[in-house]
Nanobody, 121 residues
Framework: QVQLVESGGGAVQPGGSLRLSCAASGRISSIKAMAWYRQAPGKQREMVASIPAGGNPYYADSVKGRFTISRDNAKNTGYLQMNSLKPEDTAVYYC???????????????WGQGTQVTVSS
């Protein structure tokens, strides 16, 4: 069974930092690509950042210069470092990954359960 488990969310004051982690477990051979999305109450889910295997990261304009996406292929784990957080960053953050399983099967889009980030004074 495949799992993506996010962690690192919480409550922080404006200007603060958080580091989200997304750990993939199960019969996974590799992570082809990973992305972070967020969904605020009453709003659509939006992509925040993505990083393909061996490619350049992408950032939404709203987080460019403040957030950094990275991955540790040996640990099948991705990260989202969030600095200079603003109240408008408040949302549930989801990890999404394209995975290759040991069987050779490719799962093009697999979601984690989400982690809450709240930025408030």
């Amino acid at each position: 069974q495949v799992q993506l488990v996010e962690s690192g969310g919480g409550a922080v004051q404006p200007g603060g930092s958080l580091r989200l982690s997304c750990a993939a477990s199960g019969r996974i051979s590799s992570i082809k690509a990973m992305a972070w999305y967020r969904q605020a109450p009453g709003k659509q889910r939006e992509m925040v950042a993505s990083i393909p295997a061996g490619g350049n990261p992408y950032y939404a304009d709203s987080v460019k210069g403040r957030f950094t996406i990275s991955r540790d292929n040996a640990k099948n784990t991705g990260y989202l470092q969030m600095n200079s957080l603003k109240p408008e960053d408040t949302a549930v953050y989801y990890c999404n990954a394209a995975l290759t399983l040991h069987s050779g099967l490719v799962i093009s889009s697999y979601w984690g359960q989400g982690t809450q980030v709240t930025v408030s004074s």
